[in-house]
């Protein structure tokens, strides 16, 4: 009499039951993951702006050029343009000759609804809009740094 070899459908069942529940474990985390990574894309450019518009300022005494030939800054073709970039729209809603703040907004489906901001005086901000994609994610808002982990975690 020979012996069957082979897999009974317990032992089948087992198997998958643990892939599940591993899966259920991961691909949460690595969502997490992948949508903090995209947010540095726009902490890194943020502080970047920050440093040509003080760089900008100590050539020119002023973050705007009225009257002047040189290009004022937030604009194409000045010494410090607004760059393109892939998840996030900068812009630069408050710009006069002694202030300026600087804004990155998620244009990323997953990322709709938060903004981050800095000024001259190096103040970070996050804005979560209720209701919004990062809202219903676990972001939140906070006035003094940048919310780059769920809970409000800066």
Do not use: H
Not at 118 to 144: C, H, K, L
Request: aromatic share 8%.
């Amino acid at each position: 009499m020979q012996r069957q070899t082979g897999f009974t459908l317990i032992e089948l069942m087992v198997t998958v039951a643990i892939i599940a529940i591993l899966a259920a474990i991961a691909v949460p985390n690595y969502t997490d993951y992948v949508k903090r990574g995209k947010l540095q894309e726009a902490t890194s450019n943020l502080l970047a702006m920050r440093t040509k518009m003080e760089q900008y300022f100590q050539d020119n005494r002023s973050y705007t050029t009225p009257g002047a030939p040189v290009l004022a800054p937030c604009t194409a073709g000045s010494s410090v343009p607004i760059p393109a970039l892939k998840y996030f729209n900068i812009s630069c809603p408050v710009l006069t000759a002694t202030t300026y703040t600087i804004q990155a907004a998620g244009t990323d489906p997953t990322l709709v609804g938060i903004t981050f901001t800095i000024n001259e005086g190096n103040v970070r901000a996050t804005t979560v809009t209720s209701g919004s994609p990062m809202d219903q994610a676990g972001y939140t808002p906070n006035a003094t740094c940048w919310t780059i982990r769920k809970g409000g975690q800066c």
